[in-house]
């Protein structure tokens, strides 16, 4: 699926992802509905990860860049593919079932506006992941900023 339509499904989501806060009015017998919107993950840019990488920090990489980006090109070094669409069932399997969700989890794409960088950093954060941010301008601002990669594993 293309940046584009993931971009309009982050929109809908985001919406509809809204947690109603019911809050009754004393002396009447209805209930007001107020949404409140979940808070919206943190960008990193690419010199901060190059930075925590080099001073080996404990960081998790999520690559959630479309299959043919992923095939056609390498990889951050240690980072964990994972289709966006999959993300949440992928949670429940190793190696993110055993990540520690207070560690730091970085996640990027290759779409013009990280729409599926985000949206994969909202489903961190309503498993449970309490430090996830979005590499801002994602797998092109990495190679721009000369980040470390490494080949794909070949299936």
Known sequence: ???ERWFVLMLLSSVSSATPLYVGVP???FVTVVTQKASA???????QLKAKLARNEPVTIIDVRDTESYLN????????HVK????????????LKDAPRDRE?????????????IRAAQILLDAGFRRVRVLQ??????LKANGQ???RPRA
Not at 41 to 47: G, I, R, V, Y
Not at 84 to 92: F, I, N
Not at 137 to 142: D, I, Y
Request: hydrophobic share 35%.
């Open 1 to 3: 699926m293309n940046c």
């Open 27 to 29: 002396g009447t017998t």
């Open 41 to 47: 993950p943190d960008f990193m840019s690419a010199e």
């Open 73 to 80: 090109q390498n990889k951050i070094k240690g980072s964990i």
């Open 84 to 95: 966006l669409r999959r993300l949440s069932y992928r949670l429940s399997m190793p190696p």
């Open 105 to 117: 989890v970085i996640t990027y794409c290759a779409c013009p506006h990280d729409e599926a960088s």
């Open 137 to 142: 301008g994602g797998w092109q601002m990495w």
């Open 149 to 151: 990669t490494e080949a």
